[in-house]
Every structure is written in C-alpha cells, then in structure tokens.
C-alpha cells in the first residue's frame, strides 16, 4: 500500500512538472482596443454546455448578437431574437467556418467527457476555430482552460494535483496544454481564461482574477456564471489580451 502511494505521488509531481513545461511562455501583445462598442457579433462554442449556456444567456442580456455553435440544437432550449443557432461540430472544419462568417469574436467553452483515453478534441477543435478565424478575419478569441496547466500546474489545489488529475484526467490536461499552445502560437487577439473547480451555483459577481491565481494546497471553486462574466468582459477589456488569467472565488 505504502509502496503504491508512492508510486502515485511520484507520478503526480512527474505529470505536474511535465504539464507546466508543455506551456510555451510568449510576452503579452500590446493590448488593442478595436472600439466595438457593447454590441457585438460573438460565437460561442460549446454553447449547450455549462459555462457555454451561461455565456449565451448573459451576452444576450448585453444586448450581443450571439451565435451559438451546437451539436445538437434541441438541446440549447434558449430561444431570443438576437440568438442563431448553427448546428456543428469542432471536429468538422467546414461546419466552423461556416458559423464564423461576420462575427466579430469567439467565446469557447469547449470540454467532453472522453476522460479515459488519448484525445484531440480541445486541439483539434481549437485548431479549426482558429484557422476559422483566420479565414474570416475574427480578430478575438476568448478560450476557457484550466486552472492546473502551464503557469497554472498545481494551482487546483493539492487534492486534484495528487488524485484527480493524474488518475481521471490526465489525457484531458495533456491535450489541454495542446490547445493552450495552439492559442498562444495564434496571431488573434486572445486570452485564454482558467478557471478553478467549477459549479452551478448563482453568480456572486465578486471573484478574483490574476495571473497566478489557485492554491498549491487548498481546493477553490467558482461558478460557471461567474467565469461566463468574466469571459464577456474580456470581449471589450483589453488588459489581458495575450495572457492566460485564472479566475476563482
Ligand atoms: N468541471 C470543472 O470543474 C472545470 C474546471 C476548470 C475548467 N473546466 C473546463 O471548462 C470548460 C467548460 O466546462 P463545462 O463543464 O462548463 O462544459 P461542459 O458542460 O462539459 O460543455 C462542453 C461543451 O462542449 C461541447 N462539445 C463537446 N465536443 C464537441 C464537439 N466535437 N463539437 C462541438 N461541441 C462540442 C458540448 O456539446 P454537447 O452538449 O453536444 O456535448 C458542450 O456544449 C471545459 O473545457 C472544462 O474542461 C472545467
């Protein structure tokens, strides 16, 4: 037993470590304000999802035009006249590029439940949103991550660093940093946005959000609504264009 909580440990320092140098570091752009105004034409990817869901609701309520990037659109049950749905998937480029025509930015809140084995879903999907992008001339990407890669590796707190990570999501961080690189190697104007542990509580509306936020050893949490508000101010504040800011209670 000694032996194999050993093993574990020295396991879960090996995958931290190997998390935190995967990350590349690029200086922060300058920040560029584009002068949008509030109103704005935003994609959201993931939008059936729990932070995506969030997101669509409160950019609605900003008075945003959104369009929310679906699999399945039975399953958004958000309906408003600013609201277009546009049925795709990441994996599917051209599905991609056809809902990124005229938006003026991304919100991504992409995230799956293949725990157990190798997969590319974030990269791949972040790859096709970018070239997307690209093609379009959509000049902002607001891309949720984690709390635990890069910059951030440990910082879930020492529960997640010891067990979680290692045993259940170890693939899911690897391609996360995957898709952290692929952001921070794009020419848009990007931050990606980490959260802590996240949940379906209400918003507080008063969080924290810094650079090298997330604890070492304590656990933090936050809730979805709380990071959809964060990520729709990142949509005309410039102060983190280019960085990675984690975000916590
Ligand atoms: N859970 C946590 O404590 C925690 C902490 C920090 C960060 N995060 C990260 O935060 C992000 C959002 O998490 P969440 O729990 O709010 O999201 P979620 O409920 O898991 O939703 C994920 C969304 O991605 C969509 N999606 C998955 N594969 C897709 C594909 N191939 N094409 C198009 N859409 C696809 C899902 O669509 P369907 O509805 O069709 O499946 C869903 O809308 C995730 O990246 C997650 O890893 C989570």
């Known amino acids: 037993m000694k ?20 990350a590349p570091h690029r200086p922060p ?14 994609l959201v990817i993931g939008a059936t999802g729990g932070t995506g869901r969030e997101l669509v609701r409160q950019a609605l309520d900003l008075g945003h035009e959104v369009t929310a990037f679906v699999r399945k659109p ?11 749905v546009a049925q795709g998937n990441v994996r599917d480029y051209a599905s991609v590029e056809a809902a990124m025509r005229g938006q003026n930015a991304v919100l991504c809140a992409l995230g799956h439940k293949r725990f157990f084995w190798p997969t590319r879903i974030l990269s791949e999907g972040t790859r096709n949103i970018l070239r997307a992008m690209k093609a379009c001339n959509v000049p902002r990407f607001i891309c949720e ?11 879930l707190g020492l529960p997640a660093t010891l067990f979680f990570v290692p045993l259940v999501l170890p693939f899911y961080f690897w391609d996360r ?14 931050v990606i946005v980490r959260p802590t542990t996240l949940n379906n509580q209400p918003a507080r509306g008063n969080y924290r959000h810094a650079p090298n936020l997330g604890s070492f050893i304590l656990p933090t949490r936050i809730a979805r609504a709380d990071v959809a508000d964060f990520m729709l101010k990142q949509l005309t504040d410039d102060d983190y264009v280019g960085s990675a ?3 916590a209670w």
């Open 177 to 190: 940093v995957r898709q952290e690189k692929l952001v921070e190697e794009s020419d848009v104007d990007w």
């Open 245 to 247: 800011v984690g975000v």
């Open 29 to 42: 752009q300058k920040p560029i304000s584009r002068g949008w105004g509030n109103r704005m034409r935003v």
């Open 3 to 22: 032996i194999i909580l050993i093993i574990l440990v020295l396991y879960a320092i090996a995958l931290t470590i190997a998390l935190a140098r995967k």
């Open 145 to 155: 991550s984690s709390l635990g890669v890069g910059n951030a590796a440990g910082r």
């Open 74 to 84: 039975t399953k958004l049950k958000i309906a408003h006249p600013h609201l277009r």
